[in-house]
Antibody
Framework: QVTLRESGPALVKPTQTLTLTCTFSGFSLSTSAMSVSWIRQPPGKALEWLARIDWDGEKVYNTSLKTRLTISKDTSKNQVFLTMTNMDPVDTATYYC????????????WGQGTLVTVSS | SFELTQPPSVSVSPGQTASITCFGNKLGDKYASWYQQRSGQSPVVVIYQDNRRPSGIPERFSGSNSGNTATLTISGTQAMDEADYYCQVWDTSTKAFVFGTGTKVTVL
């Protein structure tokens, strides 16, 4: 059974850096074709893909946020991390991590999401 | 960057058919997936690779993709199908995932 769980601060101040952790089980990111992404959703708005990290270490970012994002992984701990710098109130959202299906480019498992509010 | 556009809302009567469209430039050249997101819950994939249903997804969900438009069809819509629906593709040029703007389906 595949599970993913996001964790991190519920509240950050403007200009601060956000660090989120995705802890997963039921698969290994050292397995070929495995990939984990971060996706966010502002309240009442659409899903927005942020970044992905693949089993071989390849990293891809949303071009509009690339300068602010860093994705990394600790394969031994089954964790994926996301840092986002210079947080702004418009970054208030529920942040999800999700696993890409092995053979196809869609997300077959999602975490429950973590709400991050940016406010002074 | 690649963009996907969906109608903001679709209304359907119970038992009728709901069609949700997703528009993107030459979308038919890519594989489309669809997610259902009920209120307060995480998204769940209902269609992938244009028209394939994951195990556990009811047969009333079907998909197609041609030209510039992908379509999710819900046949015999039930009250439990009321949710937000998002299309999604993988953009081969940027190696990035793209989500549509989302459609709220209301079962009247």
């Amino acid at each position: 059974q595949v599970t993913l769980r996001e964790s991190g601060p519920a509240l950050v101040k403007p200009t601060q850096t956000l660090t989120l952790t995705c802890t997963f089980s039921g698969f290994s990111l050292s397995t070929s074709a495995m990939s984990v992404s971060w996706i966010r959703q502002p309240p009442g708005k659409a899903l927005e893909w942020l970044a992905r990290i693949d089993w071989d270490g390849e990293k891809v970012y949303n071009t509009s946020l690339k300068t602010r994002l860093t994705i990394s992984k600790d394969t031994s701990k089954n964790q994926v991390f996301l840092t986002m710098t210079n947080m702004d109130p418009v970054d208030t959202a529920t942040y999800y991590c999700a696993r890409k299906a092995a053979l196809w480019y869609y997300f077959d498992s999602w975490g429950q999401g973590t709400l991050v509010t940016v406010s002074s | 960057s690649f963009e996907l556009t969906q109608p903001p809302s679709v209304s359907v009567s119970p038992g009728q058919t709901a069609s949700i469209t997703c528009f993107g430039n030459k979308l038919g050249d890519k594989y489309a997936s669809w997610y259902q997101q009920r209120s307060g819950q995480s998204p769940v994939v209902v269609i992938y690779q244009d028209n394939r249903r994951p195990s556990g997804i009811p047969e009333r969900f079907s998909g197609s993709n041609s030209g510039n438009t992908a379509t999710l069809t819900i046949s015999g819509t039930q009250a439990m199908d009321e949710a937000d629906y998002y299309c999604q593709v993988w953009d081969t040029s940027t190696k990035a995932f793209v989500f549509g703007t989302g459609t709220k389906v209301t079962v009247l």
